[in-house]
């Protein structure tokens, strides 16, 4: 078992930035990958930024690519998530999610989730 636990969300205006946290407590050692999803309401959960953990590498989601960063965070055995230059589309529940499968790119694909944490951008 894997718990997630995310942080960092808030309200902010447009252009502005945000840094989200997760931290990961129990069986963590056999993690393939590790992402960031978002949803709004009405609309279906998205995958936005994945780092996997062989050997670092990272993807994101067009709509996000050139202003969110993801990166390990090793103390706390999870990926952070900074996000610049926001819109207001950028609006959601912001969650860290977790597998031990090979594929690391669907909800369906993810084994553990966290509660989620709530951004807002206004303009």
């Known amino acids: 078992q894997v718990q997630l636990v995310e942080s960092g969300g808030g309200s902010v205006q447009a252009g502005g930035s945000l840094r989200l946290s997760c931290v990961a407590s129990?069986?963590?050692?056999?993690?393939?990958?590790m992402g960031w999803f978002r949803q709004a309401p009405g609309k279906e959960r998205e995958g936005i930024a994945f780092i996997y953990s062989s050997d670092g590498s990272v993807s994101y989601a067009d709509s996000v690519k050139g202003r969110f960063t993801i990166a390990q965070d090793n103390g706390k055995n999870a990926p952070y998530l900074q996000m610049n230059s926001l819109k207001p589309e950028d609006t959601a529940m912001y969650y860290c999610?977790?597998?031990?499968?090979?594929?690391?790119?669907?909800?369906?694909?993810?084994?553990?989730w966290g509660q989620g944490t709530q951004v807002t951008v206004s303009s």
């Open positions: 999610a977790a597998t031990y499968n090979v594929y690391c790119a669907r909800p369906r694909d993810f084994n553990y």
């Open positions: 129990g069986y963590t050692y056999s993690i393939h990958c």
